[in-house]
């Protein structure tokens, strides 16, 4: 059974086992969200060498020994040697490492959704690794109903989130009143922000509140 989390790597020790094909879109991800990446293997390939180049990983250009994982928060496996990403997953068990298996989702700790972003919105679909291409299909849907200004819309949502938090002291009936704020009947209005304060000042009127304005 899994738990679907979203994991903080920003200065977390990252080592990738592999340094070919299978390694590339992980290793850019990690780099990306601020990790500090290790890649252990004897050749590169050309589209990472770049990040070893300017130092945004550093690149151990040897064979994989137990050794390696020493220092590993989160342990990628990523050669085409299946034998070697199982020996992999075994150290990194011992050592209480999470450890991600690329040819084998069942000795994972971990499987990577697809990801899509739309502005700041994040959406990530995962089939367990049952079918990556399914995934995507699916993601490209959701995302594809996504209005064009999701960030003004997450923009409003946030300030109106705070205002409700402070002005409305029952929880019950701010849980409601956010509820109704995140439908496209009101976050689609072109006066929202009015519409925001006339809800605020009918709900403390009639369930009281902290409403001082």
């Known amino acids: 059974m899994t738990v679907p989390v979203m ?6 020790s990252v080592v990738c086992v592999g340094g070919g094909e299978v390694a590339v879109r992980k290793v850019r991800s990690f780099v990306k969200e601020g990790a500090h990446m290790t890649v252990v293997s004897p050749s590169l390939h050309e589209q990472l060498r770049p990040y070893a180049d300017n130092g945004q990983i550093v690149w151990k250009k040897k ?13 990628l ?6 034998a070697l ?7 990194a068990n011992k050592n209480k490492q999470l450890c991600y298996v690329a040819d084998d989702p069942q000795s994972s ?6 990801v899509k972003h739309k502005g700041a919105i994040t959406v990530a679909l995962s089939t367990g690794g049952a079918s990556p291409t399914l995934a995507r299909t699916l993601l490209e849907e959701i995302v594809s109903h996504m209005p064009d200004d999701m ?3 997450l923009v409003f949502l946030a300030e109106a989130r705070v205002k409700v938090k402070q002005r409305i002291a029952d929880e019950s009936v701010r849980r409601e009143l956010l509820k109704k704020l995140a439908t ?19 709900y403390t009127e009639t369930f009281g509140g902290n409403d001082k304005q």
């Open 77 to 82: 496996a990523c050669t085409n040697d299946r």
């Open 151 to 153: 960030d003004e819309i």
């Open 85 to 91: 990403n199982e020996q992999v997953a075994i150290i």
């Open 109 to 114: 700790d971990v499987t990577f959704p697809v």
């Open 63 to 75: 064979k994989f020994q137990p050794i390696d994982l020493a220092d590993a928060w989160f342990v």
């Open 184 to 202: 496209p009947a009101v976050y689609h209005q072109s006066d929202r922000y009015v519409w925001l304060e006339e809800q605020i000042k009918t």
């Open 7 to 12: 994991l903080n790597v920003q200065n977390r």
